[in-house]
């Protein structure tokens, strides 16, 4: 595993612990052999995470610096300890209860060797049953004797460089992201999959909620300043608690009126609300001060809501300019272009939407739609089958439409559309 000190592009595992003794090794050994050093700061096991880290030392003979530290009730604290101590020319920060696999491992062979970007961003499947969270993806998973149902995406910065000053911020939702941006560090997406482990019990994911809400509220008592309220809405926010979450971004905003990811929030609170009007008023607000990708999609979607087809098209693009490779603005923009009448237009762009995701539920039913509607049954029950494959909500529906049009291709073309895009 180790490598000698004068080559480049070598990688420091960064990682932090409490209580990890559950996944903590298997992380450990999916990752040993492309890190040169590994980090471990702790913030107050009980349990026989030490004794894993010993274990693994031993066995695969590698050094592990331990470190304890003092937990402060802020994630990012602990991160920046970890990091610290990083000698390498690349950090790599996971967490225990993620592994990497061998496509991954390979991938970041590849991308310590980049010259251009400073970070990237990975996928992270958080693997649940629970099928009812947004994003939700129906793709069996087995791992430990245990079965997934599916996974839910997020994309994060998990592989950054070293020694650029960058920085964890965020009690809770401790990200390093505005660091690198801040010092106009370039960040580039990576297929790499990072698969999460870790969340998949619902009560645990509920009673983590509760607990990062409670140290907000302790931030927010100690230190009010917008930063304190901004992540506190949040919490609110993912606890549904919609009444609070919109009551923190309001103080937020009154101690800094150019907070645009507060007023970007209130946004989405209010969306989430179906008062698609008042979304729509903080959304251009927040774009008044800075203009970004999501302000603009999420606008889009507002006007597609309520039904003004050119206006949402217009801020589609625009969010397209900033942000090329989203793959939910094609979706959004085909089913807008649907709705105009521009079959062809909307088949265009949802096909760049499944290339670019190809567990993109929406963009392969939506495909499925426009390919049906312009004639082409084999590809609208193509579509439709990986959509239904892939979990989408109204699957026994879209079923019945497959067995429709496959009689139709066998019998009589004459059929009557029964979907609508946007789904």
Known sequence: MQIPETMPNTISLCMITK???KYLGQCLESVKDIVDEIIIVDTGSTDKTSEVIQSFAEKFHIDVKFFSFKWVDDFSAARNECIKHATKDWILMIDADELLDEDGIKTIKELVKDKENDAFLFLQKNYTNDSTIAGFVNEENKHNGRIYQGWYGSLIIKLFRNNKGYRFDGTVHELVEPSIKSKKGKIAAANVVLHHYGNADPDVVKKK?????E???????????????????????ENSDFDNALKSFQKAIEIVPNHHLSLFEMGVVKEQQKNYDAAMKYYKESLKIIENSDAFQNLGVCYFRKGMMKEAYDNLKKALLLDANKFTIYNSLGAVLERLGDLKSAKDMLEIATK???????GFYNLGIVLDKLGDFNGAVENYEKAVALGHKNKEEIKKRIEQLKDFTANDPKYKYSFNVGG
Not at 356 to 362: C, F, G, P, Q, V
């Open 19 to 21: 209580n990890e003794e």
């Open 215 to 237: 140290l907000c509220k302790k931030k927010v008592s100690q230190k009010k300043d917008a930063a304190s309220y901004y992540e506190l809405g949040i919490l609110y926010k």
């Open 356 to 362: 670019l995701n190809r567990n993109n539920i929406t």
């Open 209 to 213: 909620r509760q607990y990062y809400l």
